[in-house]
């Protein structure tokens, strides 16, 4: 069964340091991933997205993703954080593109001024 | 292009009363799905259509919470009766099928709250 782990549920960063959340997957094939923004009283917004190819994907806001199949990770990174990256992040990983998504328990970044 | 439809946004009840939360995707996403969000987790997937027909219910627990998509465009998911711990947020979602991009547009979810 394919699982998703975010080790960290909360993260502290200053305005304009840089950013790392961590995903683990468990999947036994080739995983689709993806990352997606939960903002308060919103809906989840997809932030990237990797299905095969370069490993380093771009997404929208500024975020990237690298994919490094030999630790199964997808670890989301964005160079300089604003006040407004504050909401709750979850990785995600799929066997098919974007159905029977399986989500991880998800990440809650607090940015401080 | 208008998003993800959810109706109603809070909800609360009594435990063992019932309670109904109604979908409508974007307009030609044939896909359809139900997540439930626990307070501090990330979404479950409960059930999944495709037009109107069920493609994985898996997670669903059938003895309480049933769903249906009749038409093939929206959907409603009920709970009857209720318990403590379906105190979540349903979240709605939808996506094209066939070459898919992978991306679901979620909907702004309804909170239930369950006394």
């Known amino acids: 069964a394919q699982s998703v782990t975010q080790p960290d549920i909360h993260i502290t960063v200053s305005e304009g340091a840089s950013l790392e959340l961590r995903c683990n997957y468990s999947?036994?094939?080739?995983?689709?991933l993806f990352w997606y923004v939960q903002s308060p009283g919103q809906g989840l917004q997809l932030l990237l997205k990797y299905f095969s190819g370069d490993t380093l994907v771009q997404g929208i806001k500024g975020f990237e993703a690298e994919f490094k199949r030999s630790q199964s990770s997808f670890n989301l990174r964005k160079p300089s954080v604003h006040w407004s990256d504050a909401a709750e992040y979850f990785c995600?990983?799929?066997?098919?593109?974007?159905?029977?998504?399986?989500f991880g328990g998800g990440t809650r970044l607090m940015v401080k001024p | 292009e208008a998003g993800v439809a959810q109706s109603p946004r809070y909800k609360i009840i009594e435990k063992r009363q019932s309670v109904a939360f109604w979908c409508n995707p974007i307009?030609?996403?044939?896909?359809l799905y139900w997540y439930q969000q626990i307070l501090g987790q990330g979404p479950k997937l409960l059930i999944q259509f495709q037009n109107n027909g069920v493609v994985d219910d898996s997670q669903l627990p059938k003895d309480r919470f049933s769903a249906e998509r009749l038409k093939g465009v929206d959907s409603t998911l009920k709970i009857q009766p209720a318990k403590l711990e379906d105190s979540a947020v349903y979240l709605c979602?939808?996506?094209?099928?066939?070459?898919?991009?992978?991306?679901?547009?979620f909907g702004e979810g309804s909170r239930l709250t369950v006394l």
């Open positions: 307009s030609g996403h044939a896909t």
């Open positions: 999947y036994g094939a080739t995983p689709y």
């Open positions: 979602a939808s996506s094209l099928t066939g070459e898919s991009t992978g991306e679901l547009f």
């Open positions: 995600a990983v799929s066997g098919l593109a974007g159905n029977m998504l399986t």
